[in-house]
Each structure stands twice: as structure tokens, then as C-alpha cells.
């Protein structure tokens, strides 16, 4: 896809043009047309005039004479001295007597001349040049700025070109591309649609988590789609100034109608699309840009051929005026991939990069659980750069593998030291959870323990096993992933006799996923099937407001304890009860710095 390139001469250049025409004007046309009028002379000159014979027409008023020359050619004006001889003098140099036609232009036409045409033809030519430049240059802000002109052109308009982003680009998300597809075809050949009577959806959704190819698939339906495809981010509606943003909206749908058929994406459009909240000395600025976008989507007909495109990772705030049929009446979700869709994408970025012939994506997929297509698109690129960095010209699969933990969790810290004690702290903290996992589950709860610090600040790495693609949880399930979570901290008390801080992430995600048995999933006999929280943020970490009294918010919190101490004590008992394992394999890891899956599996087995 290709921006159209904008224009690079400076627009001072352009003012430059604009002021040496005006300047040429008012050096040699308008002296001119001004002053070719009547020209005033001195009595003498008029009587000498007169003595030469060299007078045309003459018109004698009481205080003043108005005459031209032999030829007629130019018109002077001199006092009328009551000269006796005059008229005499006058006959005898053959002039004629008779009214000269003088020009003299009245004041104000000579003010309207000097003055206001300069202006007017100043403020003309910086509209028309403001006009051309804003075509040219698609959406520049300095223009914006300069103020002087109308005609301010907001969306950019991509048409498009060779290097265009297709459909085949965007790996997975099958079920968003079928929908937009629909969309192409319909733009491609409304007329099959028209037949039977249906109408295209006016707009459509795109909503998932960051990174998941929003941006993306809107770009390749535009690739695909063949029609100018105009693309605006919900930031640059925000404005310093009241009144800006409206203006872009409008501005943005005059064109769109335009060049239709095409296609408009306003990305990021939770920014603008916030609900209305009614506060008084509300965001004033904002509510105006979205009635006037709620306004612009009322006011063209479905079958035009405007097809709008959004896409955002907070729908739940988005104003309901925007979600209703009509408006926006397709939502497309565009979820994080699964274990095919990750392989799909990895096959899709990996074929930009040279693979040695020994990669295995199906492998990195499982290893990569959770990651979102860019950071897919991420690990790809970590490993051609980790590649390179060791001098090689290949992308080979430990690359791949490396370059997995460096997204996830960083790079490798190479200075950063643990001290015996703490590495020795960490390695049993690892083992406790991974135990405790695989003690419960009978199968190996993971692919590699490291204990190399990471950049983010994590000690330890655990690459968790992807048990397969599941949608539901069990209470047994949940109530299993608490103790495992537990389990670092746990091993850290049956060993050390101490705590460290070491834990704190473990328990945050536990505290979390007990508050949610207790409040979301209603899986206590206490309070059974009634949500006592909303999940606000379903893409972004999936916050959630509490929405009950006090005294039930008391005992929630004394359910969440008890639920995690529950817990707790049986991964306490489950490694009190496996204390031989515990110290062989944190013996392994603390000793090897990795311990894989396998290896882990094999000394919990291994009948001693
Ligand atoms: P967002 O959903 O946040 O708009 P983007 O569309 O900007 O995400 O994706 C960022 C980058 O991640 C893309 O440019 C692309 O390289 C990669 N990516 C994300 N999803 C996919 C996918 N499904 N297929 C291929 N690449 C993807
Ligand atoms: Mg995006
Ligand atoms: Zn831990």
C-alpha cells in the first residue's frame, strides 16, 4: 500500500510565487490603469501646449480646464486662471471645444482598485494554493496550521499499489476474513447484492486484543478490495482546539462520499467513541467529534458504497449510540491465534527470513502459547537477529526457541549474577510449582525450566505445557492451577524456613482466579450463581469492578483467603509428601541451570 508521496517543496516556496506576482501587479499594471486618467500639469505647460498647437479637445470649467493632446492620446487637467486671451488664443491653435470624456475614477473605486483588490486576489490565490497543496500532500499538519485556506483535508488516502497487503498475509483469523470478504465482494459487485434486495453493512468492528492483526486485516481488505481506502487513527481527532475534531469527521465523510465506492478505517476508535457520560464539564471536544461521526454514519445510504471499517481492544467502552444496527451493525472478533493459527502466522513471517531446513514452526507454536500474532511476528525477527548476531546466515530452530523467552520474558541478563543462596532459592521455588503441577495432573506440567535471570526482571523461566486448546475450566482445573501457583512459596517454607518476595506475581494471578470463582464464576455454595463483579476490560488484562454491597465484598475477601489457603496447604502436603523428588530435581536445575520437560519427568518417575 502506497501513501500517496507527499509533495516536498517547502510551501514558503509557493507564498514566494504568490507575493512577486502581487508585487508585479502593483508595479506595472496597476499604475497604469490608475494614472493613464488625467494627468495634472501646471498652467505654463498648458499655455506653451497651446502656442505649439498642440491641443485636441479642451473643456473649460469655472475651476478648472480639462484637455488632451493633438493626438488625443492623453488626458491633462490644469486651474482656470481666468485668462482674458483664452479662449482666443485657444481658437487660433485649433482646438475643439467640446466636453472631454475624462476617466478620473471616483475615490472609491480607486480605493476598491489600490487596496481591496490586492487582498481579495491574495486570499484567492492562498485558497486555491492551500487547495492544490492539501490534495497533493494528503494530510499535512502544517497546512492545517497555516489556517489561511478552507478546504482542509483530513483522511489520508491510500490507493492502492503492488506491495499491497492481501488477505493471504494475515495468517488464522479465518472467520474475520471470511467477513470481510463478504465486504469485498460486495464492493466489487454491488449490483449481485442490490438484485436480491439485501444492504451491505454500513460498518463493521474489529474488536481483540493488541496485536492480533486488526490494523492488519482492515489494510488487507483494502489491498484486496481495489477501492481508495482512507485511513485515519482515533487520536488525530483529538485536537487542541473545541471544534477541530468535528470538522475532521465531516471532512473525512465529504471525501469518503466522494470517492466512493471505498472503504474508511478509523483505528484506535475507543478514543473518540467513549461513552457519552453526561458529566457536567465533560469532554466537550470529544463528544461533538463523535455525534458528529454518529451523525455522518446516519447521513449516507447503505448502498453508496462507503463501507466503514473500525477497529479497537476496548469495545465495552465504546458509546452503545455507535453500536447500534445501522451504524455499526457487524462486529468482527479478532481473537489471539490458536495453536494452527500460530503456526500459520509463524509460516507467514518466517518465509521473509531464511530457515535452515531443520525448523520445526509446529514446535515453536506449542512452546509460544498465548503470544498474539505480533508477537509472533517479533520472535521471527528475534531470531534472525540472534542469527546474525552469531554470524550465521540461516534462521535455525534453537534461534526460534531462544528468541520465544527474549519476547516473553526478556533478554538474558549476562552480568546480572544470582548468588549461590538465591540461585538455590529459585531453583526450588521452580521445582515447587512444576511439581506440584505434575503431581496433580500426572503429565509434565512443563518444556524447560531456566533459572538464567531475564531483562524483565524475572529470576526464573518457566515455559508452561499447552494442554491442548480448551475453552472451559473446571472448578477441579481452577482449584488445581491455585496450588501450583502456591506451590513456589510452598517449597520455599519446607525448605528454607523462609519466605522471600520471590512470589509475588504467583499470587496475584491466584488471588485473582479465586476472586473470580467467587464472584464471576459462582463456584462457592455461599453465593451460587450471582455476579458480584463486571469484567471491564475483557482485552486489556480484564479488569473488573466489584458491583455489591460492602458487607458481601467483606465476605468475598474472606472467601478468597480461605479458598487459597485451601490451596496452599495441599501443596504443602503434596511436596511434603514428594520431599525426596523435590531435592533431586532442584538439585538437577540448580546444577544444569536448565532442566527440560522431559528430564524433569524422568527423575519424578524413576524408580529409586
Ligand atoms: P492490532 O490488532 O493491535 O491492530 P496489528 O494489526 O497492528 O495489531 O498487528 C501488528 C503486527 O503483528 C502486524 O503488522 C503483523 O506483522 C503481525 N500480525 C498480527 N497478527 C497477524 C496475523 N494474523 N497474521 C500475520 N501477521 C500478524
Ligand atoms: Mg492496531
Ligand atoms: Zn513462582
Known amino acids: 500500500m502506497n501513501e500517496v508521496k507527499p509533495n516536498k517543496k517547502p510551501l514558503i516556496f509557493y507564498w514566494l510565487i504568490a507575493l512577486a506576482v502581487l508585487f508585479l501587479l502593483n508595479m506595472l499594471v496597476f499604475p497604469s490603469v490608475l494614472k493613464n486618467q488625467v494627468t495634472e500639469v501646471d498652467y505654463g505647460t498648458f499655455m506653451s501646449m497651446t502656442e505649439d498647437e498642440n491641443i485636441g479637445t479642451v473643456m473649460i470649467g469655472t475651476d478648472e480646464i480639462t484637455f488632451t493632446d493633438k493626438e488625443n492620446a492623453n488626458v491633462y487637467k490644469t486651474g482656470n486662471l481666468n485668462d482674458p486671451n483664452l479662449i482666443e488664443n485657444l481658437y487660433a491653435a485649433g482646438a475643439t471645444f467640446s466636453k472631454v470624456a475624462t476617466e478620473e475614477m471616483n475615490p472609491i473605486l480607486y480605493y476598491l482598485i489600490s487596496l481591496v483588490l490586492p487582498i481579495a486576489l491574495m486570499v484567492l490565490l492562498s485558497r486555491y494554493l492551500s487547495k492544490k497543496l492539501t490534495e497533493r500532500m494528503g494530510n499535512n499538519p502544517t497546512i492545517m496550521q497555516f489556517g489561511m485556506g478552507g478546504g482542509q483535508k483530513t483522511g489520508k488516502v491510500y490507493v492502492k499499489s503492488d506491495t499491497g497487503i492481501k488477505f493471504s498475509d494475515v495468517a488464522g483469523e479465518e472467520e474475520a476474513k471470511e467477513l470481510l470478504q463478504e465486504i469485498v465482494d460486495y464492493l466489487h459487485n454491488p449490483q449481485k447484492y442490490s438484485e436480491i434486495g439485501a444492504n451491505l453493512p454500513k460498518g463493521a468492528l474489529l474488536v481483540g486484543p493488541p496485536g492480533t492483526g486488526k490494523t492488519l486485516l482492515a489494510k488487507a481488505v483494502a489491498g484486496e478490495a481495489n477501492v481508495p481506502f482512507f485511513s485515519i487513527s482515533g487520536s488525530e481527532f483529538v485536537q487542541m482546539f473545541v471544534g477541530m475534531g468535528a470538522a475532521k469527521v465531516r471532512d473525512l465523510f465529504s471525501q469518503a462520499k466522494e470517492k466512493a465506492p471505498c472503504i474508511v478505517f478509523i483505528d484506535e476508535i475507543d478514543i473518540i467513541g467513549k461513552k457519552r457520560d453526561g458529566q457536567i464539564g465533560g469532554n466537550d471536544e470529544r463528544e461533538q467529534t463523535l455525534n458528529q461521526l454518529l451523525t455522518e454514519m446516519d447521513g449516507f445510504d447503505a448502498n453508496n458504497g462507503v463501507v466503514i471499517l473500525a477497529a479497537t481492544n476496548r469495545p465495552e467502552s465504546l458509546d452503545p449510540a455507535l453500536l447500534r444496527p445501522g451504524r455499526f451493525d457487524r462486529r468482527i472478533p479478532v481473537e489471539l491465534p490458536d495453536l494452527q493459527g500460530r503456526i500459520?502466522?509463524?509460516?507467514?513471517?518466517?518465509?521473509?527470513?531464511?530457515?535452515?531446513?531443520?525448523?520445526?514452526?509446529?514446535?515453536?507454536?506449542?512452546?509460544?502459547?498465548?503470544?498474539?500474532?505480533?508477537?509472533?511476528?517479533?520472535?521471527?525477527?528475534?531470531?534472525?537477529?540472534?542469527?546474525?548476531?552469531?554470524?550465521?546466515?540461516?534462521?535455525?530452530?534453537?534461534?526460534?526457541?531462544?528468541?520465544?523467552?527474549?519476547?516473553?520474558?526478556?533478554?538474558?541478563?549476562?552480568?546480572?549474577?544470582?548468588?549461590?543462596?538465591?540461585?538455590?532459592?529459585?531453583?526450588?521455588?521452580?521445582?515447587?510449582?512444576?511439581?506440584?503441577?505434575?503431581?496433580?495432573?500426572?503429565?509434565?506440567?512443563?518444556?524447560?525450566?531456566?533459572?538464567?535471570?531475564?531483562?524483565?526482571?524475572?529470576?526464573?523461566?518457566?515455559?508452561?505445557?499447552?494442554?491442548?486448546?480448551?475453552?472451559?475450566?473446571?472448578?477441579?482445573?481452577?482449584?488445581?492451577?491455585?496450588?501450583?501457583?502456591?506451590?513456589?512459596?510452598?517449597?520455599?517454607?519446607?525448605?528454607?524456613?523462609?519466605?522471600?518476595?520471590?512470589?509475588?506475581?504467583?499470587?496475584?494471578?491466584?488471588?485473582?482466579?479465586?476472586?473470580?470463582?467467587?464472584?464471576?464464576?459462582?463456584?462457592?455454595?455461599?453465593?451460587?450463581?450471582?455476579?458480584?463483579?463486571?469484567?471491564?476490560?475483557?482485552?486489556?488484562?480484564?479488569?473488573?469492578?466489584?458491583?455489591?454491597?460492602?458487607?458481601?465484598?467483606?465476605?468475598?475477601?474472606?472467601?478468597?483467603?480461605?479458598?487459597?489457603?485451601?490451596?496452599?496447604?495441599?501443596?504443602?502436603?503434596?511436596?511434603?509428601?514428594?520431599?525426596?523428588?523435590?531435592?533431586?530435581?532442584?538439585?538437577?536445575?540448580?546444577?544444569?541451570?536448565?532442566?527440560?520437560?522431559?528430564?524433569?519427568?524422568?527423575?519424578?518417575?524413576?524408580?529409586?
Not at 527474549?406 to 510449582?433: M, P, R, W
Not at 505445557?465 to 496450588?483: F, K, P, Q, W
Request: with cysteine; proline share 1%; hydrophobic share 40%.
Open 344 to 608: 500459520d502466522i509463524l509460516k507467514v513471517h518466517g518465509a521473509k527470513v531464511k530457515m535452515s531446513g531443520n525448523v520445526d514452526y509446529a514446535e515453536i507454536a506449542k512452546a509460544a502459547a498465548g503470544t498474539s500474532g505480533a508477537e509472533l511476528a517479533n520472535i521471527i525477527n528475534e531470531a534472525a537477529l540472534r542469527a546474525v548476531r552469531q554470524g550465521r546466515n540461516k534462521v535455525q530452530q534453537q534461534d526460534l526457541m531462544e528468541s520465544i523467552e527474549v519476547v516473553i520474558a526478556g533478554y538474558q541478563k549476562k552480568n546480572k549474577i544470582l548468588s549461590d543462596k538465591e540461585k538455590l532459592i529459585v531453583s526450588y521455588h521452580e521445582v515447587g510449582h512444576a511439581l506440584v503441577a505434575a503431581l496433580q495432573t500426572q503429565s509434565a506440567p512443563v518444556q524447560k525450566i531456566t533459572i538464567i535471570p531475564r531483562t524483565s526482571g524475572a529470576l526464573g523461566y518457566t515455559m508452561q505445557v499447552e494442554d491442548g486448546e480448551h475453552y472451559l475450566m473446571s472448578r477441579t482445573e481452577i482449584e488445581n492451577r491455585i496450588a501450583t501457583l502456591t506451590g513456589g512459596r510452598a517449597a520455599e517454607e519446607i525448605i528454607f524456613n523462609e519466605i522471600t518476595t520471590g512470589a509475588s506475581n504467583d499470587i496475584e494471578q491466584a488471588t485473582k482466579l479465586a476472586r473470580a470463582m467467587v464472584s464471576r464464576y459462582g463456584m462457592t455454595e455461599k453465593f451460587g450463581m450471582v455476579a458480584m463483579e463486571n469484567v471491564t476490560n475483557q482485552y486489556l488484562g480484564g479488569d473488573a469492578t466489584l458491583a455489591c454491597s460492602n458487607e458481601t465484598q467483606t465476605k468475598i475477601d474472606d472467601m478468597v483467603v480461605s479458598i487459597v489457603e485451601k490451596q496452599h496447604d495441599k501443596a504443602v502436603q503434596l511436596l511434603k509428601d514428594n520431599i525426596g523428588k523435590l531435592h533431586e530435581i532442584a538439585k538437577y536445575l540448580y546444577e544444569h541451570e536448565t532442566i527440560t520437560g522431559d528430564e524433569f519427568m524422568e527423575i519424578l518417575y524413576k524408580k529409586d
